[in-house]
């Protein structure tokens, strides 16, 4: 019944900025944290950007400075947006959430369907 629905992605050129967006749909009791993964050609996924709820945002050292990770806590999305894009930026970005649901004893981890984005030279 929880799924989360990512929009956004797409082709750009080097320098230039996207936005990914992150919806619940469903009903979520509870979130712990939501966040952004990537997974590039042949490496493994790692965090990009995480938001837990009621702390601090946390990025990938590569990424710091030019992306920015907020939430609407009201909406149950998140947003990621991408500045001065490069092209190792590459890959399937992936939102995730930890969530509590009403039917459920405790947390369990959520992922979105992914969504390509190509950064050219």
């Known amino acids: 019944q929880v799924q989360l629905v990512e929009s956004g992605g797409g082709f750009v050129q080097a320098g230039g900025s996207l936005s990914l967006s992150c919806a619940i749909s469903g009903r979520a009791l509870s979130i712990s944290t939501m966040g952004w993964y990537r997974q590039a050609p042949g490496k493994q996924r790692e965090l990009v950007a995480s938001l837990p709820t009621g702390g601090s945002t946390n990025y990938v050292d590569s990424v710091k400075g030019r992306f920015y990770i907020s939430r609407d806590n009201a909406k149950n999305t998140v947003w990621l947006q991408m500045n001065s894009l490069k092209p190792e930026d590459t890959g399937v970005y992936y939102c995730?959430?930890?969530?509590?649901?009403?039917?459920?004893?405790?947390?369990?981890?959520?992922w979105g369907q992914g969504t390509q984005v190509t950064v050219s030279s």
């Open positions: 995730y959430a930890r969530i509590l649901t009403y039917s459920s004893a405790g947390y369990s981890d959520y």
